[in-house]
C-alpha cells in the first residue's frame, strides 16, 4: 500500500514567521506557511516522529445553536471520543472537537488534474481542497454551513503537537431554528464516516472544559478560544 505523503513546513520556518503556543487569532503567518517555497512533503510515518517539520491540519469546529434555559440560543459544539484504530493513536480514547486531518499529494494530484493554477492562490487552493477532501472522508453535513477561518493551534507541550501545526476554522452549520437540547434529533445532522468517531453529539462546551482530562490537547485549547465567557460548572 502506496505510503501517505502529507504537506510540511519546516519548524524553523514557523519559528521565523512567528512562533507562539497555544492559540493566535493573527492568521497572517498562514500566506507565508502555505507558500510552496516554505512547504515539502513527508511520508507520513517519518513525519509524526520528525519534530524539526511540522504538519499543517485543517481542525474545523462545527457549532449549532440550541435553546437555552431562558429560550435565548445558546452555542453547542460538534464533539466525539476517538476509537481505538484511528489514524492518530496517541489520541486514541480523547474527546476531539475537531474534524479534518492531513492535507496530502492526493489533493495536490486532484488539483493538478483539474488544471489548477500555479502561484500563490494555488498555494490556497491546495490547502482548502485538502481540507475540503478530509471534512467528507470525516463527516456528512447534507444542511450545510457557513465557514470563517478563525485562528492558529500550536502545542509543543504534547508528542503529538510537536509535529503539527492546526489550522482552526469555525463552520456554523445552517439551521432554521435553534434545536432542542432535550432532543438529539432536533440538532443539524451530522452523519461521521469513519468508525473510529464514537459517542458523537452536540455538547455544551463548558461541560466539556470541565473535564480537560478527557479532551486532546487542541480540543481544549480550541473550546477555551472559541468560548472564553463559557461558564464553568
Known amino acids: 500500500m502506496p505510503v501517505e505523503h502529507v504537506l ?57 445553536r440550541a435553546a437555552g434555559p431562558d429560550g435565548a440560543p445558546v452555542e453547542r459544539v460538534f464533539a466525539y471520543r476517538r476509537g481505538a484504530g484511528g489514524g492518530e493513536a496517541r489520541l486514541a480514547a480523547k474527546i ?30 491546495l490547502y482548502r481542497e485538502g481540507m475540503r477532501r478530509e471534512l467528507e472522508e470525516e463527516v456528512a453535513i447534507p444542511g450545510g454551513y ?13 508528542e503529538v503537537g510537536r509535529v503539527h501545526l492546526g489550522v482552526v476554522h469555525r463552520l456554523d452549520l445552517r439551521q432554521e431554528r435553534p434545536a432542542d437540547p432535550h432532543n438529539r434529533k432536533s440538532f443539524p445532522q451530522v452523519t461521521p464516516q469513519e468508525e473510529t468517531m464514537i459517542d458523537v453529539g452536540f455538547y455544551d462546551p463548558a461541560a466539556l472544559l470541565a473535564d480537560p482530562a478527557r479532551l486532546e490537547s487542541w480540543t481544549r485549547i ?5 468560548f472564553p465567557t463559557a461558564d464553568r460548572p
Not at 486531518?101 to 492562490?121: I, P, Q
Open 146 to 158: 457557513a465557514e470563517r477561518l478563525v485562528g492558529l493551534i500550536n502545542d509543543d507541550a504534547t
Open 222 to 226: 480550541a473550546l477555551e478560544a472559541l
Open 8 to 64: 510540511c513546513v519546516p519548524t524553523a520556518t514557523f519559528r521565523e514567521l512567528g512562533y507562539f503556543q497555544g492559540f493566535q487569532t493573527d492568521t497572517a503567518a498562514l500566506a507565508g506557511l502555505l507558500d510552496p517555497a516554505n512547504t515539502l512533503y513527508l511520508p507520513r510515518p517519518e513525519a509524526e516522529e520528525d519534530p524539526t517539520h511540522k504538519q499543517l491540519i485543517p481542525y474545523c469546529v462545527l457549532i449549532a
Open 96 to 125: 476531539s472537537c475537531g474534524v479534518g486531518g492531513h492535507v496530502s499529494t492526493v489533493d495536490r494530484d486532484a488539483l493538478a488534474a483539474a488544471g489548477s493554477r500555479n502561484g500563490s492562490a494555488a498555494a490556497d487552493d
